[in-house]
């Protein structure tokens, strides 16, 4: 039986939809995971439980167990953090498609990143504070508001503004204590419009770059309350983008796989905010193929199994996707208003993530969103229009603690 194997997946969003389309495929998905709440998904033919995933001599073990009795291992795959070039190095061991492995662990790590590409024009300023080093006289200290990243941090986790010199070395203080034994990524904040970009290369050919543009809560967090699709931009602009890209990708040595980059419009010049080494998570798929026809993540294990994606737009439409978020922690009583939102038309979905009892709180990372509606139309304005009154729709009834 032709399998893939899956590390790692989330409860909801792009890793767990790529298993309900692996299965479409007609593959046996095999899902490894650390925990026991997904060990009855119905996306999945077997699911096998690991402690430690990134134990590789157990993993081995295992796949080489599913080999034994017949399973044919057509590739090793992952959507999440920090599961990407780990799975990408399963494959390679396994003798499999040849995805860049070496450039995914590169990405995984904010600092390495910036570190490569320090020498490209669309790297902002930087500054590297290791374990040791003193906050006395920290030279960035002048080009406040800054950025301060915990290097492995991802959904916007870690990732924290501070305006202040006190807030500066309270921020460094506390992410010490949560990252003893790591360095802290220090960048400047930079004013402007900031894009997404999902990319899939393959055999050194860029095969897809879909770009929006993102809607950001900066209340000293990162949350994006917003995706419009497709990004609306001047041909210089996007000409520019297409350059910067494909030098990035070669600087990198990125020659088969997938990853979206953030990217920032700066005075109409781009600077790079960040890259990360698999599709965006949450809604991303239903975005593209909403306004496109495109079903990405189809095309991204086509990749990884080495045969040729299929990214032929079937439509052209615009496509607003809305998060929403609550201001105050406390039990969640019920939601509603659901119905009424689907009932807008141009809405195509509606999601809500927490069940009555779960505990709420402000958005501290991308996984403190807990609804989603996405709406569709021939103009962005519109498509924008319909998805904001949707979201009036919907209401949070908490019990505050």
């Known amino acids: 039986m032709k399998s893939l194997v899956f590390i790692g997946t989330y409860k909801f969003g792009t890793s767990k939809e790529a298993l309900t389309i692996a299965k479409e495929m007609g593959y046996e998905v095999i899902l490894f995971t650390n925990k026991h709440s997904q060990l009855d998904f119905l996306e999945v033919n077997q699911v096998i439980f690991i402690d430690d995933l990134l134990n590789e001599q157990q993993v081995m073990n295992e796949i080489f167990l599913l080999q034994k009795i017949g399973k044919q291992i057509c ?17 390679k061991t396994l003798g499999l498609e040849p995805v860049s492995l070496r450039p995914l662990s590169i990405m995984e790590n904010k600092i390495r990143l910036r570190e490569t590409l ?23 200290k002048s080009h406040l ?23 500066l070395t309270n921020t460094i203080h506390k992410l010490r204590d949560k990252y003893p034994n790591s360095s802290l990524l220090i960048e400047e904040f930079l004013e402007g419009s900031q894009y997404l970009i999902e990319l899939v290369i393959q055999n050194d050919e860029l095969k897809l770059m879909e770009v929006m ?44 796989g997938s990853c979206h980059m953030e990217m920032k419009l700066v005075q109409n010049e781009w600077k790079l905010i960040e890259i990360n080494p698999r599709m965006s998570g949450g809604v991303m798929n239903q975005i593209i193929e909403e306004g496109t026809g495109i079903n990405l993540l189809k095309g991204i294990l086509n990749t990884y199994l080495g045969k040729e994606p299929e990214f032929t737009k079937t439509r052209n439409k615009y496509v607003n996707a809305r998060y929403l978020t609550v201001q105050s922690r406390g039990k969640l009583l019920k939601v509603k208003g659901k119905e009424r939102a689907l009932e807008h038309d141009g809405v195509k979905y509606v999601y809500i ?16 969103r807990y609804a989603c509606i996405i709406a569709v139309s021939e103009s962005e304005d519109q498509a924008e229009e319909i998805a904001l009154r949707a979201a009036k729709e919907i209401k949070f009834y908490i019990e505050p603690f």
């Open 75 to 91: 590739a090793c795959v992952s959507f999440i953090d920090p599961y990407v070039s780990y799975a990408a190095c399963l494959s």
């Open 353 to 368: 993530k927490p069940v009555a009892g779960a505990v709420l709180k402000k958005p501290y990372s991308m996984g403190d």
């Open 145 to 167: 508001p800054l950025i301060i990243k915990a290097p492995v941090s991802n959904g916007s986790k870690d990732v924290l503004m501070v305006k202040t010199p006190v807030k």
């Open 213 to 256: 543009e993102q809607d950001i809560d900066y209340n000293g967090k990162f949350i994006v309350s917003a995706y419009k699709y497709p990004a609306i931009l001047e041909e210089t602009l996007y000409k520019a983008l297409t350059s910067h890209i494909l030098t990035i990708v070669g600087e990198l040595g990125f020659s088969s």
């Open 118 to 140: 320090k020498h490209l024009p669309i790297t902002p300023a930087y500054w590297i504070i290791h374990p040791e080093d003193s906050l006395q006289n920290l030279k960035c």
